[in-house]
Each structure stands twice: as C-alpha cells, then as structure tokens.
C-alpha cells in the first residue's frame, strides 16, 4: 500500500540553525500538506501545496518558513532561523485532492529537538 | 470557543464493549469530518471520515454526524486493547486545511 515516508525520523539542531525536513508523498496525490504537534498538543496546520505553489498557510507559517517541490518526488520544509519553540513532530500528509471528500495521508514525522 | 472540542479523557472501556467518542465543532461551514487513530509517539492514522448527515460503518467502526447539533461521533464495536489510543476529530470547512481537536484518550482494558 503507497505511504507518505518522511526524512529523517529525528532532527536535533541548535537554535537559530537551519533545518530542511523533507517528505516524499504518495505518488499519484497532487496535494501536499505540512502539520506539527507540539508535545502534548493537538496537531496544527501549517501550510498547503499544489501545482508548485503555495495555496493555504496558517498563521504559523511565517517569513522562517519556506516549502518546496525541487523534484518531482520530494516536498522539503525549510526553517531557517530555528526558536526553542518550534521543537515538535512535524507531519507531512498528501491527498488526491483537495476539499472535504479527499482524504489526507500523513507520514511517519520528524520529531525536531532545537537545543 | 474552540474550533473542535474533544474531551480528553482518559476513556476506559472493558474489552468487547462499545467505546463512544465524541466531537464538536463551531463552524456552521463544516462539511467533511474525520476521525484518525493516534499511538504515543506515532502519526494519525486515518480511520474514516463522513460529510453527510446520518450514520457511516466500517467494519468494526461506525461514524455518525448531525449538522444541526454540530455534533460528530466514533463508535468502536467490540472494543480490542489494540484499539487503546488516541483518536483525533479533524474538520474539513472545504479548504484544504484539516482543523483537529485535542484528542481523546481511549484505554481498552482487558
């Protein structure tokens, strides 16, 4: 059965280095998400992607954000300047399409650590 | 008021019974919901989702919806200890974001 997988499985960084997580999502969906989860704390929405663009973001996802499709497998998030507080797992999910009957898959994670 | 609420449990149920969780969301606008499994230290994992009014079954496991109470509900039938996790209610307001509630914890106890 196709999945969404997720590299790697766990990110320890220092504060205010960058971080790339990447995700490689089922391969016929044409939608792509990204989400976190705080430890302890309901998953969030982050960011939305289709046809090479972003088409949704949620507050969260600001300037230290970035998404990307540099191939036609991969789907990356960038963190450029990582806070103690972006700590969390972060989950990548992809969907045929988009709207209220398309189901979202979601991968294994990247529990990032920031020391 | 929250978007989604859930109650956080924890849930116990006796192995064999049927566990009930439920879910409430604010948005009027809602039109798809769906219900994912989630194991400690796991992702969500999607169990099933429904959108419109009345009862969805699926195996072992039966969505309900009623728009007019904003009110959604999972029913597990003959409740396994493989079943003790975390379910999380996602609401589709037809965007593609999913909004999720905090989660109930449920303990199926042998």
């Known amino acids: 059965e196709p999945e969404v997988t997720q590299t790697p499985s766990h990110q320890v960084t220092q504060m205010g280095q960058e971080v790339i997580l990447r995700c490689v999502p089922i391969s016929n969906h044409l939608y792509f998400y990204w989400y976190r989860q705080i430890l302890g704390q309901k998953v969030e929405f982050l960011v939305s992607?289709?046809?090479?663009?972003?088409?949704?973001k949620s507050e969260i996802f600001d300037d230290q954000f970035s998404v990307e499709r540099p191939d036609g497998s991969n789907f990356t998030l960038k963190i450029r300047s990582t806070k103690l507080e972006d700590s969390a797992m972060y989950f990548c999910a992809s969907s045929e399409g988009a709207g209220g009957t398309y189901e979202q898959y979601f991968g294994p994670g990247t529990r990032l650590t920031v020391t | 008021q929250k978007e989604v609420e859930q109650n956080s449990g924890p849930l116990s149920v006796p192995e064999g019974a049927i566990a009930s969780l439920n879910c409430t969301y604010s948005d009027r606008g809602s039109q798809s919901f769906f219900w994912y499994r989630q194991y400690s230290g796991k992702s969500p994992e999607l169990i099933m989702f429904?959108?419109?009014?009345g009862d969805k079954e699926d195996g072992r496991f039966t969505a309900q919806l009623n728009k007019a109470s904003q009110y959604v509900s999972l029913l597990i039938r003959d409740s396994q200890p493989s079943d003790s996790a975390t379910y999380l209610c996602?609401?589709?307001?037809?965007?593609?974001?999913?909004?999720f509630g905090q989660g109930t914890r449920l303990t199926i106890n042998p």
């Open positions: 996602a609401v589709n307001r037809g965007a593609q974001k999913l909004v």
């Open positions: 992607f289709y046809n090479n663009e972003i088409s949704e």
């Open positions: 429904i959108y419109s009014n």
